[in-house]
């Protein structure tokens, strides 16, 4: 069965500091993997997928993301935090087009 | 373009009532996703409707329901309400035969079971 996982509840990290947020799947087959990002009570934004082509994908907001097959990780990364990324992330494969299947979620807070 | 709406944007109920939700999707998107996300916890998929019809279901029981309209719109309805119902539930859209795109989500309905 396909799964997400989301190792870390909680990430905190030092505004203008590198940061990652991790992410594994479990598929059959070819990983269609997305990031989404949720703000307090509001709905998830999409941020950026991978289909195929190049491991290293570009986003919305300055993060990107890299794909590793043999890890089968799908990890998000921003070079330089910023206390406005402080929210709710989710990593998301998509189960060939039958349901996403989300992560837990991890939740990101940017110090200042 | 408008996004995905959803409405109402919050709604109390008591035990045992029943509560009716509603999505609009986005122009052109044949695919419907509600998810349904407790307080602190992640998304847990209860429902997924395509040109009208039901397509995959969540492991929830069978008071949560729902359908599509001609318009693609969505309703999702739970009846007998719990307190453990209290909740936000999300609405996605997609279209479908592209395959492989993202969801697009509205702001939820954020459902409080008294």
């Known amino acids: 069965a396909q799964s997400v996982a989301q190792p870390e509840d909680q990430v905190n990290v030092a505004e203008g500091n590198p940061l990652t947020v991790k992410c594994t799947y479990s598929?059959?087959?070819?990983?269609?993997l997305f990031w989404y990002v949720q703000y307090p009570n509001r709905g998830l934004q999409f941020l950026l997928k991978?289909?195929?082509?190049?491991?290293l994908v570009k986003g919305s907001y300055g993060f990107e993301a890299e794909f590793n097959k043999s890890r089968t990780s799908f990890h998000l990364k921003t070079p330089s935090a910023l206390v406005s990324d402080s929210a709710l992330y989710f990593c998301?494969?998509?189960?060939?087009?039958?349901?996403?299947?989300f992560g837990p979620g991890t939740r990101l807070s940017v110090l200042p | 373009e408008a996004g995905v709406t959803q409405s109402p944007t919050h709604l109390i109920k008591t035990r045992g009532q029943q509560a009716t939700l509603r999505c609009s999707p986005i122009s052109g998107h044949t695919s419907v996703y509600w998810y349904q996300q407790a307080l602190g916890l992640g998304l847990q998929f209860l429902l997924w409707?395509?040109?009208?019809?039901?397509?995959n279901r969540g492991n929830f029981p069978p008071r949560f329901s729902g359908r599509q309209f001609p318009n693609y719109s969505s309703e999702l309805n739970v009846n007998a309400l719990e307190l453990e119902d209290s909740a936000l539930y999300l609405c996605a859209s997609s279209l479908l035969g592209q395959g492989i795109g993202e969801l697009f989500f509205g702001e939820g309905s954020r459902l409080t079971v008294l």
């Open positions: 598929v059959s087959g070819n990983p269609y």
């Open positions: 991978y289909i195929t082509g190049d491991n």
């Open positions: 409707y395509d040109e009208g019809e039901e397509r």
């Open positions: 998301a494969l998509d189960n060939y087009g039958q349901n996403f299947v």
